[in-house]
């Protein structure tokens, strides 16, 4: 039985030593408790500072450590990607580098899909600790708004890390959308699911690469990838405005033959005026959007180009 544990590492040099230790340690207790095989398959997206080397410097030092370094930075979503496809293993694992995924609970997730009860078996967390408020809030108010709009299940506070069997890495690089979201994808592809709940862990070294705007723009590819709500809700605003600008003409007219004063109510005209252009705008960003997003998904570029990676060594003679 092979698992192999997927990380995606962007400006982790810090970190990477931190979490190799971690994972190499409960790589043995599992290999004594489930024998269970390991590869450790290093996703450098990117990175600027010293990641690749260190990933090379594990390497060095393990033979089951491997490495994927990619041309430039592609993005979270393509390091899992990437990683996934790259995985030999019955079982794949994707974790953060940071240890904010705590790998010792690898072995309990692991048990949940021997039983073959599951076919996945997937992490949230109950707190939102040591996060800025603002960001907590915005995240609360992202997830109410998915859950309706979307009929795939996104799950508040489910993280990333999750252990999977080959069934389901199967299922979910057969998505191969560009625009990826991973909370939609997993939610969409099924599977039986068990969570595991943890309080949330600061990260172990380095920070966060995820700036405010970076989740924000995030959570729009979420929306526009998981529900077409927002195109029905533009058109029904055109549908509202219709019906609300009938009822004005009949009262207008009405009123004109009552009482004369055509000229009246210039000021309330401009609010409307105002009022109608902006809800069209509105709408037709909205359709942008999603024009974007189709526009990115014909070119059927690649989701990630890489420079290097472990592979090559063995290519050469
Ligand atoms: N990451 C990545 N590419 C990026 C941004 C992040 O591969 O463009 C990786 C990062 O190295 C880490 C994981 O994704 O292993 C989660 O990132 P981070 O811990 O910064 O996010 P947070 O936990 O703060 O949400
Ligand atoms: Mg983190």
Same mark, same amino acid.
């Given at each position: 039985m092979l698992i192999s544990l997927i990380v995606p590492c962007y400006n982790e040099e810090e970190a990477l030593p931190l979490f190799y230790a971690e994972a190499a340690r409960v790589a043995g207790?599992?290999?004594? &408790?489930?024998?269970?095989?390991?590869?450790?398959?290093?996703?450098?997206?990117? +990175?600027?500072?010293?990641?690749?080397?260190?990933?090379?410097?594990?390497?060095?030092?393990?033979?089951?450590?491997?490495?994927?370094?990619? &041309?430039?930075?592609?993005?979270?979503?393509a390091a899992i990607f990437a990683g996934l496809q790259a995985a030999k293993g019955d079982y794949a694992a994707l974790l953060d580098a940071d240890l904010q995924d705590p790998p010792a609970l690898l072995p309990q997730m692991?048990?949940?899909?021997? &039983?073959?009860?599951?076919?996945?078996?997937?992490?949230?967390?109950?707190t939102r600790k040591g996060e800025p408020p603002v960001r907590s809030f915005f995240a609360r108010m992202f997830y109410r708004l998915i859950h309706r709009m979307s009929d795939t299940e996104i799950v508040d506070g489910a993280r990333d890390f999750r252990l999977m069997s080959r069934?389901?890495?199967?299922?979910?690089?057969?998505?191969?959308?560009?625009?990826?979201? +991973?909370?939609?994808?997993?939610?969409?592809?099924?599977?039986?699911?068990?969570?595991?709940?943890?309080?949330?862990?600061?990260?172990?070294?380095?920070?966060?690469?995820? +700036?405010?705007?970076?989740l924000f723009r995030y959570s729009i590819e979420g929306i526009v990838g998981f529900s077409t709500a927002p195109l029905a809700v533009a058109a029904l605003l055109g549908l509202l405005f219709c019906v609300l600008a009938l009822v004005m003409i009949v009262f207008i007219i009405l009123r004109t033959l009552?009482?004369?004063?055509?000229? &009246?109510?210039?000021?309330?005209?401009?609010?409307?005026?105002?009022?109608?252009?902006?809800?069209?705008?509105?709408?037709?960003?909205?359709?942008?959007?999603?024009?974007?997003?189709?526009?990115?998904?014909?070119?059927?570029?690649?989701?990630?180009?890489?420079?290097?990676? +472990?592979?090559?060594?063995?290519?050469?003679?």
């Open positions: 207790e599992m290999a004594k &408790s489930h024998g269970a095989d390991f590869e450790f398959i290093f996703v450098d997206d990117g +990175s600027t500072d010293g990641t690749l080397a260190a990933a090379k410097a594990l390497r060095a030092r393990d033979d089951r450590v491997r490495y994927l370094s990619f &041309s430039r930075n592609f993005g979270k979503e692991l048990d949940a899909l021997l &039983s073959g009860e599951y076919d996945c078996a997937a992490t949230r967390r109950t069934r389901v890495v199967d299922a979910v690089l057969s998505l191969g959308e560009y625009n990826r979201f +991973s909370k939609g994808i997993f939610g969409w592809v099924g599977f039986r699911t068990k969570w595991f709940s943890y309080e949330n862990i600061e990260r172990a070294a380095g920070k966060t690469k995820w +700036s405010f705007w970076k009552i009482f004369g004063d055509p000229t &009246s109510g210039w000021p309330s005209l401009v609010c409307i005026i105002l009022l109608c252009s902006g809800v069209q705008l509105f709408c037709v960003g909205v359709l942008g959007e999603y024009l974007a997003k189709t526009y990115l998904e014909v070119k059927r570029r690649p989701l990630y180009l890489l420079r290097e990676s +472990s592979e090559d060594e063995a290519e050469k003679p």
